[in-house]
C-alpha cells in the first residue's frame, strides 16, 4: 500500500488535491493506444456495422480497461484504448477477426488512418466531486510520494 498525494499547478495558492490515496501501487505501465482516422464518407454505415461485431470483442480480451471514441468537428475520430499491458495489446492485435476488421479497414473504410501505442509515464486526475480532505494521510503508516505538477 502507498499513499499518493498529488499537488497541481496551483500549489503555490494553497490549491493542493488529494487524487489518489491509500490504493495499491498501479502495475505500471499502462499502455493506452490512441487510434485517429478519417472514414470515406461512403463507408458511414458498412463501418457502423462492423464495429458493432468488432466492438464486444475487443473488449473481451484480457486485459482491457476502458476506451472512448470521439469525433472532430473536422471529421477526424479518435479512439483512446487502455490496457493493463502490452502483452493484451498484442493479443488484441493477433486476433483473427480484429486482423479481418483491419483489412477492411485498409480496403472500404479509412481515406486515413495513424495507431499510436504509448506506454503510460503518468496518471492523475482531478475530480471536483471528491469530497476528501486535501491533507496527506497522518497516521496511515505508508509512505508518502509527493508529485509537482
Not at 502495475?27 to 472514414?39: C, D, G, Q, T, Y
Not at 458511414?44 to 484480457?62: F, K, N
Not at 486482423?99 to 482531478?126: I, P
Request: hydrophobic share 45%; net charge positive; aromatic share 10%.
Amino acid at each position: 500500500m502507498i499513499s499518493i498525494i498529488h499537488f497541481t499547478g496551483y500549489a503555490a495558492k494553497g490549491n493542493i488535491r488529494r487524487v489518489v490515496a491509500d490504493q495499491p501501487e498501479k502495475s505500471l505501465p499502462m499502455i493506452l493506444v490512441a487510434f485517429r482516422s478519417r472514414l470515406r464518407p461512403e463507408a458511414t454505415e458498412s463501418y457502423a456495422a462492423m464495429a458493432q461485431q468488432i466492438g464486444p470483442l475487443a473488449m473481451a480480451v484480457p486485459g482491457y480497461v476502458a476506451h472512448k471514441a470521439y469525433t472532430a468537428a473536422d471529421g477526424e475520430r479518435v479512439t483512446l484504448v487502455e490496457y493493463e499491458s502490452e502483452d493484451a495489446v498484442k493479443l488484441w492485435a493477433r486476433d483473427r477477426q480484429h486482423a479481418a476488421a483491419k483489412k477492411a479497414g485498409h480496403a472500404e473504410f479509412f481515406s486515413w488512418f495513424r495507431v499510436q501505442v504509448c506506454q503510460v509515464l503518468s496518471d492523475r486526475s482531478h475530480d471536483a466531486a471528491d469530497k476528501r480532505p486535501a491533507a496527506p494521510p497522518a497516521a496511515s503508516g505508508h509512505p508518502v510520494i509527493a508529485r509537482y505538477y
